[in-house]
């Protein structure tokens, strides 16, 4: 059974961090490039970060620098560390399997 379960958002202040989690089924895991998409209300889902079972990352141009995407093998889990968060971030996190399985997003608000 394909599975991507995300956790870990949440409301934060401006300047904040989070660390987003998923954990994916073992199938999905090894075969895909996994990663983290985000959507704003009334704009469209975009990439943030991607990782390789390698290791390889990729990140959207607004990411570089303060946001992390790493993965534990161990456990099918995939992360997303975020930092000085801001407003204009406030969207659902999805996490993804190659742009193939999606998990069902988990709320990050960015607020005082």
């Known amino acids: 059974q394909v599975q991507l379960v995300e956790s870990g958002g949440g409301l934060v202040q401006p300047g904040g961090s989070l660390r987003l989690s998923c954990v994916a089924s073992?199938?999905?895991?090894?075969?895909?490039?996994m990663g983290w998409y985000r959507q704003a209300p009334g704009k469209q889902r975009e990439l943030v970060a991607t990782?390789?079972?390698?290791?390889?990352?990729n990140y959207a141009d607004s990411a570089k620098g303060r946001f992390t995407i790493s993965r534990d093998n161990a456990k099918n889990t995939v992360y997303l560390q975020m930092n000085s968060l801001k407003p204009e971030e406030t969207a659902v996190y999805y996490c993804?399997?190659?742009?193939?399985?999606w998990g069902q997003g988990t709320q990050v608000t960015v607020s005082s």
């Open positions: 993804t399997a190659g742009a193939h399985f």
């Open positions: 073992q199938f999905i895991f090894n075969r895909y490039v």
């Open positions: 990782i390789a079972s390698g290791g390889y990352t």
